[in-house]
Structures are given as structure tokens and as C-alpha cells.
């Protein structure tokens, strides 16, 4: 911690994880009661800590990393965009959904809330990581519903599984599996990401994992949903 009190972007990464001296930590402190700015800052990495932690467990550290290094190193990653935000928007990255505008029938009845005045909006990736009926049932039914909604106005919607979550897209344990196919051949602009962590994973522990054709697993589920939040995607979370 500088001595002239000044409180760095690292010194804020450092205070999120318990890093700091006891002495730091205090003036860290004392100065995020003395600059609302400061603390609105502290929110958002916060914010954004949090949603990694409860989005992505199943992330595997770099070799000789301690635990906390991925997290760090993803959050930063996050917040380098999320500063260039206001702070109402960043919920739109991070929450069920962005804020309530006027709506399309067919979006309301897939259970979505879309600001249809932003393009970039209209762009959506969901975010499954549960095998639970109604999450899986809801991804499909959400995202045909803005498929539909929207299809004049070029909706592009990507459906990312990992953990639990990537049994919708293993022809060899899904349900789903048709219906999966079926949207697909609909909606050229859909797409179903298999995380390639969680594929690993199941193959470490001796588990054949076969996706449904055309499922695209060349990257983790964090990565790809870090790469479309930068790029201006909505994030839903199921």
C-alpha cells in the first residue's frame, strides 16, 4: 500500500482476497468509506468475483498456480471491461436479466427480459451447469423464444454447458437430444458450447463422452463466455 494513500486496482484484487497486512487492509478501508467511487469499483470486482466463483467450479488452475491465481487473473480480466461500463450495466453481464424495457410477446413467454433499443442486447448467451429438468427444459424453451422473437433483427443466442450441465448436449445421456438437433437445424444463428474442462474431466475418470453433432468444444466455458461479455453479450445464467 502506497504511503500517500492512493489505493490501486491490485491493492482492491488484494483486499477482495484477504492479501493484505493488517495495517493495509485498514487504510484500505478507511479510504473506501471516504470515496463512494472507490467502493462502487470495490462492488463491481466483487460482483464479478462472485459470478465466477458460483459460474465456474469446475475450472482447473494452472500447474503450480495456488488456488486463488485463476480466479484473481479471470476477475481482472472481467473488470478491465467492466470499468468502461456504468455500473447498472454490468448487472445485465451478471444477473438472470438486463433491465425491463418494452418487450416481444414471444420473449415474455420464454421467461426473457431484453432490451430490444441495443442491437448488441439481442446477443445472448445462456449458462447451464445443473442436470436438472426444468433448467434444461428452460435453456431450450428461453432460447427459442428469443430466436423467434427476434429473428428479423439477426438474435444470435449461444447455450454454454458445463458440470452437471453438459449432459443436455451427450447424445448418450440426453434427453433432450432431438430437440437439440431440431434447433439447430432451424436456427443457423444457435449455437450449444460443450465446456472442454468438464470433457476432460469425464475422461479422466474413464467416461466415454460422446457430444450430439455440431456442438462446438474447442474451449472452457469460462473462456467463451469471458470472450462474449467483452464482446457485449448478455449473460443469462440458468
Known sequence: MNGDMRCEDEDLHRYIDKELDDESRSRVKALLEEDPSLAARLQKYRAVDQALRNAFDDVEP????????PIRARRKQFAAAALLLPAG????????????VPQHPAAL????????QGREHLN??????VDEEAAMEGVLDRA?????AF???????????????LNLLRADTSA????????MDKYDNLTFVACANTIRRLKAQGVDVLLIDRTHASETAIDHVVGRLQAGWTYIKI
Not at 494452472?62 to 491465481?69: D, F, G, Q, S, V
Not at 445472448?124 to 451447469?129: A, G, M, P
Not at 429473428?151 to 450441465?165: F, K, L, T, W
Open 124 to 129: 445472448t448467451v445462456f449458462h447451464i451447469d
Open 62 to 69: 494452472p500447474r503450480n498456480a495456488l488456488p486463488k491465481a
Open 176 to 183: 433432450r437430444a432431438n430437440r437439440v438437433r431440431k434447433m
Open 151 to 165: 429473428a428479423d433483427q439477426g438474435a444470435r443466442v449461444e447455450v454454454v454447458a458445463n458440470a452437471a450441465g
Open 89 to 100: 450495466f454490468l448487472a445485465g453481464w451478471l444477473v438472470h436479466s438486463i433491465a425491463s
Open 109 to 116: 413467454a420464454g421467461g426473457v427480459n431484453l432490451d430490444v
Open 144 to 148: 427459442e423464444a428469443i430466436l423467434t
